[in-house]
Antibody, heavy 121, light 108 residues
Framework: QVQLVESGGGVVQPGRSLRLSCAAS????????MHWVRQAPGKGLEWVAL????????YYADSLKGRFTISRDISKNTLFLQMNSLRAEDTAVYYC??????????????WGQGTLVTVAS | SYVLTQPPSVSVAPGQTARITCGGD??????VHWYQQKPGQAPVLVVF???ARPSGIPERFSGSTSGNTASLTISRVEAGDEADFYC???????????FGGGTKLTVL
């Protein structure tokens, strides 16, 4: 049974860093692309980042301006999102999601429950 | 950058058919995916690759694409279908995923 469990969210001051984790079970990260998607309070879904099934490629939303880094640890079957220089507009629920069949265009068929990041002084 | 346009809201009476559109330049040439999100919950995939349904999704949910418009059709709408719906595509020229702005489905 596929499960994705995010952790690491919380309240952080502007300019600080935070690392989110997504523990995967029921499948291996090395077979599927993984994404981070965020949702600001009362707003729609915004794609954040993708790491390919083999870990060789990463892609990011332009709005991040190089502040975020997606990575994974295959031995722990865990996905990460390193977020630096956080801003108030980064406040959102962050979801990790698995793609359907390991292709960039594949749909996201399983999602975690999300972790809330609040950037405030 | 590629833009997907959805109507902010669609309203339908129970038992009727709801159609939610997603407009994008030549979207018919791309794989379109649809997600349903109920308040306080994570999104759920309801249609992928334009018209395929994941296991466990009722046949009442169907998708189609033509030209510059993709559509999600929900037949025999039930109160439990009330949610926000999002379309999504992979924009290969820019190597970015794009979501539509979302449509709130209200069951009257």
């Amino acid at each position: 049974q596929v499960q994705l469990v995010e952790s690491g969210g919380g309240v952080v001051q502007p300019g600080r860093s935070l690392r989110l984790s997504c523990a995967a079970s029921g499948f291996t990260l090395s077979s599927y692309g993984m994404h981070w998607v965020r949702q600001a309070p009362g707003k729609g879904l915004e794609w954040v980042a993708l790491i390919s099934y083999d870990g060789s490629e990463t892609y990011y939303a332009d709005s991040l301006k190089g502040r975020f880094t997606i990575s994974r640890d295959i031995s722990k079957n865990t996905l990460f999102l390193q977020m630096n220089s956080l801003r108030a507009e980064d406040t959102a629920v962050y979801y990790c999601a698995k793609d359907h069949y390991g292709d960039h265009s594949a749909a996201l068929d399983y999602w975690g429950q999300g972790t809330l990041v609040t950037v405030a002084s | 950058s590629y833009v997907l346009t959805q109507p902010p809201s669609v309203s339908v009476a129970p038992g009727q058919t709801a159609r939610i559109t997603c407009g994008g330049d030549n979207i018919g040439s791309q794989s379109v995916h649809w997600y349903q999100q109920k308040p306080g919950q994570a999104p759920v995939l309801v249609v992928f690759d334009d018209s395929a349904r994941p296991s466990g999704i009722p046949e009442r949910f169907s998708g189609s694409t033509s030209g510059n418009t993709a559509s999600l059709t929900i037949s025999r709408v039930e109160a439990g279908d009330e949610a926000d719906f999002y379309c999504q595509v992979w924009d290969s020229p820019s190597d970015k995923w794009v979501f539509g702005g979302g449509t709130k489905l209200t069951v009257l």
